[in-house]
């Protein structure tokens, strides 16, 4: 149980094009879901935290115009990256946990977007 | 501020030789502990949740077990297979989860 899926895996798309980002949760109603960004051989970075049906909450120095979060469904969290440039090439992880009293989060397998 | 920091940083040990990884953390009304695994280019894997001091976790060749102050990640007699990172988090409330720099475990064969 607890599987959340990505897709796409990888992405490669050309500066100035938007990019989405799929996260799903499989098997349970995720009714929060987390971005997290990481760099090569560095930890997670928390981007935001997103609740269905309302805004998502964005971490400091996170442009929220630039990463657009939908959290349209209980089973469903898209990130858009818009206006990608190549610094905004990374590996991007999204999680779930399974319900409120239930603390742990659950990972997706990640995407690498590569932008040129 | 919370912080969670990892000990050591790289670690390679030989088939069968056991050892620790260390977590240490100061979050202030610490809920869970959290370890996971994560293999390169791939999302982590979940491994333990740890909610208070004195509970020890066991999966396969793994141990964990936390203090007031820290979590000990025990590897007995590791495979190549555990190579891997591994990442310990903590939370205050379950939203916000503060991750460790992680441990890269090498083991040779």
């Known amino acids: 149980g607890a599987v959340v899926s990505q897709h796409p895996s990888r992405v490669i798309c050309k500066s100035g094009t938007s990019v989405k980002i799929e996260c799903r949760s499989l098997d349970f109603q995720a009714t929060t879901m987390f971005w997290y960004r990481q760099f090569p051989k560095k930890s997670l970075m928390l981007m935001a935290t997103s609740n269905e049906g309302s805004k998502a909450t964005y971490e400091q120095g996170v442009e929220k115009d630039k990463f657009l979060i939908n959290h349209a469904s209980l089973t469903l969290s898209t990130l858009t990256v818009t206006s990608a440039h190549p610094e905004d090439s990374s590996f991007y992880i999204c999680?779930?946990?399974?319900?409120?009293?239930?603390?742990?989060?659950?990972f997706g397998p990640g995407t690498r977007l590569t932008v040129t | 501020e919370d912080q969670v920091t990892q000990s050591p940083e790289a670690l390679r040990l030989q088939e069968g030789e056991s050892s620790s990884l260390n977590c240490s953390y100061t979050?202030?009304?610490?809920?869970?502990l959290f370890w996971y695994r994560q293999d390169p280019g791939k999302g982590p894997e979940f491994l333990f949740t740890l909610y208070s001091a004195g509970e020890e976790k066991e999966k396969e060749r793994l141990k964990a077990t936390l203090t007031k102050k820290e979590s000990f990640l025990h590897i007995t007699a590791p495979k190549p297979e555990d190579s891997a990172t591994y990442l310990c988090?903590?939370?205050?409330?379950?939203?916000?989860?503060?991750f460790g720099p992680g441990t890269r475990l090498s083991v040779l064969p």
């Open positions: 988090a903590g939370t205050d409330y379950g939203q916000n989860f503060v």
């Open positions: 999680s779930a946990n399974t319900g409120p009293t239930r603390y742990e989060q659950y």
């Open positions: 979050v202030s009304g610490l809920r869970g």
